[in-house]
Nanobody
Framework: VQLQASGGGVVQAGGSLRLSCAAS????????MGWFRQAPGKEREFVARISWSGGTTLYADSVKGRFTISRDNSKNTVYLQMNTLKPEDTAAYFC???????????????????WGQGTLVTVSS
């Protein structure tokens, strides 16, 4: 499986963006998918993840109520809808796929074994 993220850009505070992550391969529907982000000078942090069926989602407290993760298994794509963006959301956003189990609800980057390239989101104040 290979992942290709897109949709980043520059937006004013309060605005919205939708990120997409397209996956190649036939096993997409069996993968837990996650979004992480990394701001300049900071460590990579968990943003959101979604179960293989889309029935279960989990969010970081910092984005809860503003971001929505979803997936379309027929299109091998996972999305991150980001609303009410804040300057502190500025970061490179990465999608990732997990083929294995997790002891922490797939909130750790170490639970993911396939990563896409980052897409940059810049929120201006």
């Amino acid at each position: 499986v290979q992942l290709q993220a897109s949709g980043g850009g520059v937006v004013q505070a309060g605005g919205s963006l939708r990120l997409s992550c397209a996956a190649s391969g036939r096993t997409f529907s069996r993968l837990v998918m996650g979004w992480f982000r990394q701001a300049p000078g900071k460590e990579r942090e968990f943003v959101a993840r979604i179960s293989w069926s889309g029935g279960t989602t989990l969010y970081a407290d910092s984005v809860k109520g503003r971001f929505t993760i979803s997936r379309d298994n027929s299109k091998n794509t996972v999305y991150l809808q980001m609303n009410t963006l804040k300057p502190e959301d500025t970061a490179a956003y990465f999608c990732a796929a997990s083929q294995g189990p997790s002891g922490d609800g797939w909130r750790s980057e170490y639970d993911y074994d396939i990563w896409g390239q980052g897409t940059l989101v810049t929120v201006s104040s």
